[in-house]
């Protein structure tokens, strides 16, 4: 089993930054890709980042070069999502997941992941 705890989530003002961090702990050796999905009210779940095994990324397009995904360099098992000039749009639950198939264009698909956080809120003020 693996286990994910987010935490780092909070209120920013348009244009602010937050730091999310994922800390996976349990059985890793198997995990693949690890990606942070984000989920609106009234929206479906989607992909916002993901990163592999080997450091490999894939981004929303909405992301638009306002974010960065990556693994700690000294624990490979925590995640960081660096979120800069944030918008009202950002607002969601942000939740970090985990999955063992490995890096492939399905990374992008939440069904992928077997593994899920809890969540952490992120809300933009404008």
């Known amino acids: 089993q693996v286990q994910l705890l987010e935490s780092g989530g909070g209120t920013v003002q348009t244009g602010g930054s937050l730091r999310l961090s994922c800390a996976a702990s349990?059985?890793?050796?198997?995990?693949?890709?690890m990606a942070w999905f984000r989920q609106a009210p009234g929206n479906q779940r989607e992909l916002v980042a993901a990163?592999?095994?080997?450091?490999?990324?894939?981004y929303a397009a909405f992301v638009n070069d306002r974010f960065i995904i990556s693994k700690g360099d000294n624990a490979k098992n925590t995640v960081y999502l660096q979120m800069n000039s944030l918008k009202p749009e950002d607002t969601a639950v942000y939740y970090c997941?985990?999955?063992?198939?490995?890096?492939?264009?399905?990374?992008?698909?939440?069904?992928?992941?077997?593994?899920w956080g809890q969540g952490t809120q992120v809300t933009v003020s404008s």
């Open positions: 997941a985990a999955e063992t198939a490995g890096w492939s264009p399905r990374v992008a698909n939440d069904y992928e992941y077997e593994y």
């Open positions: 349990g059985n890793l050796v198997g995990i693949g890709a």
């Open positions: 990163i592999s095994r080997q450091g490999l990324r894939q």
